[in-house]
């Protein structure tokens, strides 16, 4: 019996291991509205596997509920990196329905859009606190990053003490700033990119393979 015993635990034990690295990390794409970060998790996405995660708006808000798209398989010098990708609402500290009228929506279409964009914020942090192991932080080169939202969630990312790989999106702008965000946050490394344009994502997939790998 005590070999049938140590057998049975054995095979438990590899099939355990064997499980448990076949398991693709879910990594969060995180940022404020408007970053890119539906485009970059679609540009992705479409690289990898063909199919896109979610429409792409220039009117704030457009991801109101979290998205997944499952086993994504980077391949970066012969080792392939599975992932789950995590396309979540942008962090705001308020939403505020008029800011939609500007885009000539109905206010009854204002209001429910603000309401079910608040809804996805809290969904975010919940993701943040329970459900990713490691976070890509996407930010809007052009704009400031030194914000309350950004420093927050940065904070709690680093609380959690889960990897962050933080990109300098919109690099195609002209009043892009990628330092402005490396000296806001010198303590992380800080990757350019377009996601619009596929700028530089050679070197975006390489350190995903190595900071999630």
Do not use: C
């Not at 976070?135 to 940065?154: E, G, W």
Request: hydrophobic fraction near 35%; glycine fraction near 6%.
């Amino acid at each position: 019996m005590g070999l049938l015993t140590n057998l049975r635990d054995s095979i438990s034990r590899a099939a355990s291991t064997l499980f448990s690295e076949e398991d693709p990390k879910r990594i969060g794409i995180y940022g404020p509205p408007n970053a890119g970060k539906t485009t970059l998790a679609n540009r992705i996405a479409r690289d990898w596997t063909g199919d896109a995660v979610g429409p792409e708006s220039h009117v704030p808000h457009e991801t109101r509920r979290a998205r997944r798209k499952e086993n994504v398989e980077i391949e970066r010098d012969g080792k392939k990196v599975t992932i789950d990708i995590v396309d979540t609402p942008g962090v705001t500290t308020k939403v505020d329905y008029t800011e939609f009228l500007e885009h000539d929506m109905e206010k009854d279409d204002a209001v429910r859009r603000s309401r079910e964009a608040t809804e996805g914020v809290a969904e975010a942090m919940h993701w943040l606190r329970e459900d990713v192991d490691g976070v890509i932080y996407v930010l809007d080169s052009a704009t400031d990053p030194f914000t309350q939202v950004n420093t927050m969630l940065i904070g709690i990312i680093e609380s959690q003490d889960l990897p962050v790989l933080i990109l300098a999106n919109k690099i195609d702008l002209e009043e892009s700033s990628v330092q402005r965000i490396r000296n806001a946050y010198p303590q992380h490394e800080t990757i350019p990119l377009s996601a619009l344009e596929g700028d530089n994502m050679d070197e975006v997939y390489d350190k995903i393979a190595e900071y999630f790998g």
